[in-house]
């Protein structure tokens, strides 16, 4: 990074942390209202709350100190995922959300408009998926092409439905060319489908890759790769939580922290694997060093031009596997967060609080 940011002044207290499985936000908004075209905020409003669903995060913000940095209440939401976090954002429960790149589109498709004020991927993403494509014991599939006339788990809505549809796209077949099954992408659903006949292939990702081998590949099991960029990671807001100028403000301190903190974890690699998936998700530490190392490392991009055309061409096919129309993919950003992630990068870097 060239130059060091300043931060930005804070003015709230310490913030108060709550695990919650769903918090309640005002349906008033609790500061002015702040035009799309005005400059954010630059001090956080005494008596300022946000509700955040962002599980990982919270546990790297606590453990690297960065929560502390934090002007406002914070409460924290157990919530994750397309589905959950915009039931959520329509119950005007939560402020900001965690989520792949496909559920802002489904929102804004849904009437639901939000954008996009943070977006990360993976350093060398072909090398570090997120997913690989399980493939069902006798299934008899070596390559993307032989998933013609084949079943294939499908989760509209979600990173891997889209993801799916974008397979397809790079082997050449349409949606009538294989047969989708749709289910939903809750843990081992897919490779319960797929060990069970259910389905034939299905995006697996997780411990589920190295699980389901282990368990079924006697049997014939096996995971191929997309070789296709999936890496996509955004933090996402109702456009009317981003109006609140005080809210908006919250957030921008949010995300200017979020790379900051999701470095930490990689530079802290012991405790993190025990913090969040020993002792948080209940894994084995076998398991947790196997998830560390599969996500590699995270990039933030100072510009989000090319992230912006990425998800322009993931749109496009997306919208004609759906049929749903084609959305502008600059119009789901909110660029005046675009330099904040930078911004804490550098001035904390990995380091955390001091």
Same mark, same amino acid.
């Given at each position: ?19 919650? $499985?769903? $918090? ?10 702040? $035009? ?14 946000? =509700? ?169 099991? #096996? ?32 995300? *200017? ?7 930490? #974890?990689? $530079? ?25 190392? *599969? ?14 055309? *990425? ?6 096919? =997306? ?34 609080? #001091?």
């Amino acid at each position: 990074m060239s130059s060091k940011a300043t931060r930005r002044t804070l003015i709230a207290g310490a913030p108060a942390v709550a695990a919650l $499985a769903l $918090a309640a936000c005002s349906e008033e908004p609790s500061g002015p209202v702040l $035009a799309a075209d005005a400059a954010l905020p630059d001090e956080v409003p005494s008596g300022t709350k946000l =509700v955040v669903g962002d599980p990982s995060n919270q546990l790297a913000y606590e453990r690297s100190g960065l929560v502390k940095e934090l002007g406002f209440e914070i409460e924290w939401a157990n919530i994750s995922g397309g589905p959950k976090t915009q039931e959520a954002f329509r119950a005007q429960s939560l402020d900001i959300g965690s989520v792949a790149d496909i559920p802002p589109i489904h929102a804004n498709w849904t009437n639901l408009p939000t954008k996009i004020v943070a977006a990360s991927g993976r350093l060398e993403p072909l090398e570090h998926p997120i997913y690989d494509l399980g493939i069902a014991p006798g299934a008899g599939i070596t390559s993307l092409e032989g998933l013609r006339g084949k079943k294939i788990a499908y989760s509209p809505g979600q990173a891997q439905g889209a993801l799916v549809l974008r397979i397809l796209d790079k082997a050449g077949l349409s949606q009538d060319d294989v047969e989708l099954i749709e289910l939903p992408s809750t843990a081992d659903t897919y490779s319960n489908a797929l060990a069970g006949g259910e389905v034939d292939a299905a995006p697996i990702g997780g411990t589920q890759v190295k699980s389901y081998v282990n368990k079924y590949g006697a049997d014939g099991a #096996t995971t191929i790769p997309h070789g296709l960029r999936d890496d996509p990671w955004v933090l996402y807001a109702p456009v009317e939580v981003l109006e609140d100028a005080s809210k908006a403000a919250a957030i921008a301190e949010y995300v *200017r922290l979020w790379g900051a903190a999701r470095l930490w #974890t990689r $530079a802290n690699r012991e405790e993190w694997i025990n913090a969040w998936f020993v002792e948080h998700e209940g894994l084995s530490y076998e398991d947790g060093e196997y998830l560390f190392d *599969r996500e590699g490392e995270p990039d933030f991009p100072e510009n989000w031009d090319e992230t912006i055309a *990425r998800h322009q061409e993931t749109i496009e096919v =997306v919208a004609e596997g759906t049929g749903n129309p084609v959305l502008e993919a600059e119009d789901l950003y909110d660029r005046r967060f675009e330099p904040l992630v930078t911004e804490g990068i550098d001035a904390y870097g990995e380091a955390g609080a #001091t």
